[in-house]
């Protein structure tokens, strides 16, 4: 009987090992794609106002 609860707790704490280390493996690969993902919608609102004075003038220049 103690060698099963023996053997439970190690396998519940190498489980629980494996499971860390595979979050600590995806975890440099989510900062990425977020830092990608902040990147391009930061850059979204500066090209439609970087577009957005050019439209402007070419009416005012038009009427």
């Known amino acids: ?3 099963n609860v023996i053997a439970a707790t190690i396998l519940a ?3 629980t090992f ?3 280390a595979s979050f ?3 975890s440099p690969l989510m ?3 977020m830092v990608k993902l902040t990147h391009s ?3 979204q609102p500066t090209e ?3 577009s957005h004075p050019v ?3 070419a009416a005012a220049k038009q009427g």
């Open 41 to 43: 919608v930061q850059q």
């Open 55 to 57: 439209n402007v003038e």
């Open 18 to 20: 494996a499971a860390q």
């Open 1 to 3: 009987m103690k060698l």
């Open 13 to 15: 704490a190498a489980t």
């Open 24 to 26: 600590a493996e995806e």
């Open 31 to 33: 900062q990425d794609r």
């Open 48 to 50: 439609q106002a970087a």
